[in-house]
């Protein structure tokens, strides 16, 4: 049990469809972080909030769309995806120390999205 | 354009034998070196670090090197075990960022199978 959980752990959807996923940690860590992992290919940050906010936005399309109300919830809104969007989605937390990034990230087990 | 590279996508080994899992990076920013572990329908967890200003870390049957003039480290598994059969992730960072949060990259992973 790592601490941080997603659901849904599966999610197939339209492309005209909206559906919302979500992360919750309880580990008391104050950085959030959504990544896309495709098939052989590196896990791609795609939007980080620290302290509640945003704070990177890696360039993602707005058919994705974050939401952090709390430290300890993150969602991510999807409408109008498309199949290429088909991934894992991973949400990951951290506690951020002032001046230090040596503490690792707790990951998720991911939310796997496929879009028809 | 990758900043880490992996360029094993998988690697077979016999049990008992040792493993090595090699990655390079580009940025010569990078201080800070993680690898990550997943198993299949599961988040990835951390599994070993090491700063730049070491060249070895040591933990258990885990051993990270770095070689900072070759933008390369690897991580050593001995004696291997068919349980450390997953994907192994590097992953880089600046660890005096200047953000409040830090910016983790990684590279693609290779999937180690470890035959009993």
């Known amino acids: 049990e790592t601490g941080v959980t997603q659901t849904p752990r599966h999610l197939v959807m339209g492309m005209t469809n909206k559906k919302s996923l979500k992360c919750e940690q309880h580990l008391g860590h104050n950085a959030m972080y959504w990544y896309k992992q495709s098939a052989k290919k590196p896990l791609e940050l795609m939007f980080v909030?620290?302290?509640?906010?945003?704070?990177e936005n890696n360039s993602v399309p707005s058919r994705f769309s974050p939401e952090c109300p709390n430290s300890s919830h993150l969602f991510l809104h999807l409408h109008t995806l498309q199949p290429e969007d088909s991934a894992l989605y991973l949400c990951?937390?951290?506690?951020?120390?002032?001046?230090?990034?040596?503490?690792?990230?707790?990951f998720g087990p991911g939310t796997r999205l496929t879009v028809l | 354009d990758q900043q880490v590279k992996q360029n094993s996508p998988s690697l077979s080994v016999q049990e008992g034998r040792i493993s090595i899992l090699n990655c390079d990076y580009t940025n010569s920013m990078f201080d800070y070196f993680l690898w990550y572990k997943k198993y299949p329908a599961e988040g990835p967890t951390f599994l070993i670090s090491?700063?730049?200003?070491?060249d070895k870390n040591e933990d258990g049957r885990f051993t990270v090197f770095l070689n900072k003039s070759a933008k390369h480290l690897s991580l050593h598994i001995v004696p291997s075990q068919p349980g450390d059969s997953a994907v192994y992730f590097c992953a880089a960072s600046v660890s005096l960022s200047k953000t409040s949060y830090d910016k983790v990259i990684f590279g693609p992973g290779t999937s180690l199978s470890v035959i009993p």
């Open positions: 909030y620290s302290l509640e906010e945003r704070v």
């Open positions: 990951a937390s951290k506690s951020r120390l002032a001046g230090l990034s040596t503490d690792t990230q707790y």
């Open positions: 090491i700063s730049s200003i070491k």
